[in-house]
């Protein structure tokens, strides 16, 4: 049983910086993938970047390459969403959550989901 908990949104200019934050209360695996998503209002939800645990392996939308940067910190049991160069279009609520499946961008293959956090990209 893990519990995700995402924080660091916030009000940002657009060009600006924001790290995200998703804390685990649980005990992770070297098998355990968190992926990050996103939604805005009217808006399915959105695949954005996902890491594995143990190896540290990463993928990410084309959407945010070269812009956005998935990372975890093991001692912290914590992954961050490091986001450069955002743009009006970034904004939304940003969730994390767990994969239910090895290979898998789709939400409904995701579980465990925290709060959300929200991030608001002005032009």
């Known amino acids: 049983q893990v519990q995700l908990v995402e924080s660091g949104g916030g009000l940002v200019q657009a060009g600006g910086s924001l790290r995200l934050s998703c804390a685990a209360s649980?005990?992770?695996?070297?098998?355990?993938?968190i992926g990050w998503f996103r939604q805005a209002p009217g808006k399915e939800r959105e695949f954005v970047a996902r890491i594995n645990w143990g190896g540290g392996s990463t993928f990410y939308a084309d959407s945010v390459k070269g812009r956005f940067t998935i990372s975890r910190d093991n001692a912290k049991n914590t992954v961050y969403l490091q986001m450069n160069s955002l743009k009006p279009e970034d904004t939304a609520v940003y969730s994390c959550?767990?994969?239910?499946?090895?290979?898998?961008?789709?939400?409904?293959?995701?579980?465990?989901w925290g709060q959300g956090t929200q991030v608001t990209v002005s032009s």
């Open positions: 649980g005990r992770t695996f070297s098998t355990t993938v």
């Open positions: 959550a767990l994969a239910r499946r090895p290979y898998s961008n789709y939400p409904t293959d995701f579980g465990s």
